[in-house]
T-cell receptor
Framework: AQSVTQLGSHVSVSEGALVLLRCNYS??????LFWYVQYPNQGLQLLLK??????LVKGINGFEAEFKKSETSFHLTKPSAHMSDAAEYFC??????????FGKGTRLHILP | NAGVTQTPKFRVLKTGQSMTLLCAQD?????MYWYRQDPGMGLRLIHY???????AKGEVPDGYNVSRLKKQNFLLGLESAAPSQTSVYFC???????????FGAGSRLTVL
């Protein structure tokens, strides 16, 4: 089954700076890719999903992700970080056997 | 709509005891999943179900059993709890493998 790797368990950015969270998937093109966010003491909620309709996917709260087949990547970005973006972010892949597998997560810290 | 409801929210067990976590969804979803979340490990898939009466193993199935006797319910059982099963457990559901997971609020289990 496909898996995902998230580079960096913790990322710190200054408020107003670019946010870049990295996610790489296994070598073959996965059917579906997702980014989820988890705020403290809450469950996960969807930020965005890729389903091959477009390589640049826009999500909620100003986040977007670009699917790059040549790099087997699906990195998450936001042009300007806000304090409310502090959370843990998970990349996930949907497999053809219906397993949905998550990465280990990246905790985003926003510096004032 | 309640969405996905997990019970109990908290539980403390002694090693060797058994217990069942209940997940109930009111969205008529076919697919249901159980994950465990541990620090630095992300969410790991325990078992999942693609329909009433079906179950399948995920990434870390050992020590757990599941049942999906009714479409709306997905039960996760621990027959003989071990300290290594101390974790936060999340249930999620979706109407297909391509779609967005709706998560419950989580169940925090401590095994002493």
């Amino acid at each position: 089954a496909q898996s995902v790797t998230q580079l960096g368990s913790h990322v710190s950015v200054s408020e107003g700076a670019l946010v870049l969270l990295r996610c790489n998937y296994s070598s073959s093109v996965p059917p579906y890719l997702f980014w989820y966010v988890q705020y403290p003491n809450q469950g996960l909620q969807l930020l965005l999903k890729y389903t091959s309709a477009a390589t640049l996917v826009k999500g909620i709260n100003g986040f977007e992700a670009e699917f790059k087949k040549s790099e087997t990547s699906f990195h998450l970005t936001k042009p300007s970080a806000h304090m409310s973006d502090a959370a843990e972010y998970f990349c996930a892949v949907g497999n053809r056997d219906d397993k949905i597998i998550f990465g280990k997560g990246t905790r985003l810290h926003i510096l004032p | 709509n309640a969405g996905v409801t997990q019970t109990p929210k908290f539980r403390v067990l002694k090693t060797g005891q058994s217990m069942t976590l209940l997940c109930a969804q009111d969205m008529n979803h076919e697919y249901m999943y159980w994950y465990r979340q541990d620090p630095g490990m992300g969410l790991r898939l325990i078992h999942y179900s693609v329909g009433e009466g079906t179950t399948a193993k995920g990434e870390v199935p050992d020590g757990y059993n599941v049942s999906r006797l009714k479409k709306q319910n997905f039960l996760l059982g621990l027959e003989s709890a071990a300290p290594s099963q101390t974790s936060v457990y999340f249930c999620a559901s979706t109407d297909s493998g391509a779609n967005v997971l709706t998560f419950g609020a989580g169940s925090r289990l401590t095994v002493l």
